[in-house]
């Protein structure tokens, strides 16, 4: 019998979306542990922030921080960083 093993270090990963109910953002940590939502408007001005935690996934944040525009999510962890821009309509 052969065994083999594959150690895969799998990036970190988010989608966002949007539903009646507010912003949806579904996170792979990959294999981080300490990771950070942040989410900025377009002018810069940090709207939200998060410590994020496995239970949190996925993570709905309330319709009323956001009206109409453009956004960016921020995920970090001590090894990576995601920058995603969304358009959000209210």
């Known amino acids: 019998m052969v065994s083999t093993t594959c150690s895969v270090d799998a990036p970190m ?8 109910y507010g912003i949806n953002v579904l ?3 990959g294999n981080n542990k300490n990771i950070a939502l942040s ?5 810069g001005k940090m709207l939200f922030y998060k410590h994020i935690n496995t239970i949190d ?22 090894t990576e960083d ?9």
Do not use: A, C
Not at 13 to 19: D, P, Y
Not at 39 to 43: G, M, N, P
Not at 57 to 78: A, D, H, K
């Open 13 to 20: 990963s988010m989608i966002v979306s949007q539903s009646e």
């Open 27 to 29: 996170i792979t940590p």
């Open 39 to 43: 989410i900025f408007d377009i002018s």
């Open 57 to 78: 996934n996925p993570l709905t944040i309330s319709p009323n921080l956001f009206s109409s525009g453009i956004y960016l999510f921020r995920l970090q962890s001590e």
């Open 82 to 90: 995601i920058v995603k821009k969304s358009i959000i309509k209210e």
